[in-house]
């Protein structure tokens, strides 16, 4: 069996560790109230946000963000739930669930989201994603 032919070996769990980690160290970052590149987003990346226009480029992400920080001290986590990697684990669609709690530690927020990566440069980037609250509407 000749190199082309074989099957490449994909960690599946330590794809979902590496995502997780990206959620993390995101998580950690917007938590502080910094607005600073951390290699989260790929620079043609497109956020799909609940009752929001797409975030369709850099510009539109750092603008939604600082307005978002200006008035939000809250603070969110994300849990990597499920994670389908490509054969050769170069793209990763996750599946997760996220939280935000107020300066009580109380949940106000909390939904489900999906986010497709592509790994560029060793390290995974988030191309898309999508969030849905499991609240119902007030």
Known sequence: MDSKSAATV???DQIKRDIQDRENEYAAIYNSGEIKKIGYYADD???FYQNHKPIRNKAERLEFLKLDLQSNRNKISFTTTEVFPSN???QVLEIGYYTVVDSTN???NTGNYMSFFEKRNGQY???RDMSASDLPLE
């Open 106 to 108: 109380t949940a106000i």
């Open 45 to 47: 990346a497109i956020t």
């Open 125 to 127: 980037v988030c191309l």
């Open 88 to 90: 050769d684990g170069l």
């Open 10 to 12: 994909i960690d599946k």
